[in-house]
């Protein structure tokens, strides 16, 4: 069965700084897609990045990006230049085949020192 | 990507009581989601919505206490029938649309 890993429960980082928050996978498919999810405090779920599993290229949007090791089943979130508004509960997600159900992450908590 | 809505954002209802949640979409979706989060927990989906069929519930989900309509391409409506305590929690609505769910905001109950 397919599963999501986070396992950093919470993660805090000096706000200018970088963080990279871990999420790993397993699946037997070759052929999916992998998200970023941030839900800040007001509880609204935002897409943050999207990854397809046949790109070898790594996704970025603005000062998110991600490191995709396929082989690896590993699928980590970088984010550069920290800023108090990224606080937020982030949580990873596989998505399984063509109606869009996804599998998620426990989540992991992000707190930006100021 | 979709712009979604639900209604209402918040509500304290009483036991026995039912409560109706609708997720409107600004885009024509196949697909729409509900889900259950508790506060810091990640998502339980409850069940998946196509217009034009039932829903089909996930395990521990079940029509007679969470009946789901989607009359049409671009709005659902989730009912949480005879609530309890254990039915507080943060219900949320999606979209599936160029390969990627989106979520509205999100319905935070309290049943007293």
């Known amino acids: 069965a397919q599963t999501v890993t986070q396992s950093q429960p919470e993660m805090s980082v000096q706000e200018a700084e970088t963080v990279t928050l871990s999420c790993t996978y397993d699946t037997s498919e070759s052929d999916y897609y992998l998200f970023w999810y941030k839900q800040p405090p007001s509880r609204q779920m935002i897409l943050v990045i999207r990854?397809?599993?046949?790109k070898q290229q790594n996704a970025t949007e603005n000062r998110f990006s991600v490191n995709f090791q396929k082989a690896a089943k590993s699928f980590s979130l970088k984010i550069s230049d920290s800023q108090l508004g990224d606080a937020a509960m982030y949580f990873c997600a596989y998505r399984i085949d063509s109606n869009y159900q996804l599998i998620w992450g426990a989540g992991t908590k992000l707190i930006i020192k100021p | 990507s979709a712009v979604i809505s639900q209604k209402p954002s918040r509500d304290i209802c009483q036991r026995g009581t039912s409560l109706t949640i609708q997720c409107q979409v600004d885009s024509q979706v196949t697909m729409m989601f509900w889900y259950r989060q508790q506060p810091g927990q990640s998502l339980t989906l409850i069940a998946t919505?196509?217009?034009?069929?039932?829903?089909?519930?996930e395990s521990g989900f079940v029509i007679d206490k969470f009946p789901i309509s989607r009359p049409n391409l671009t709005f659902s409506t989730l009912t949480v029938s005879n609530m309890s305590p254990e039915d507080s929690s943060i219900y949320l609505c999606?979209?599936?649309?160029?390969?990627?769910?989106?979520f509205g905001p999100g319905t935070r109950l309290l049943v007293l």
């Open positions: 919505a196509n217009q034009g069929s039932e829903a089909t519930y």
């Open positions: 990854q397809e599993a046949y």
């Open positions: 999606s979209a599936g649309l160029r390969e990627t769910q989106y």
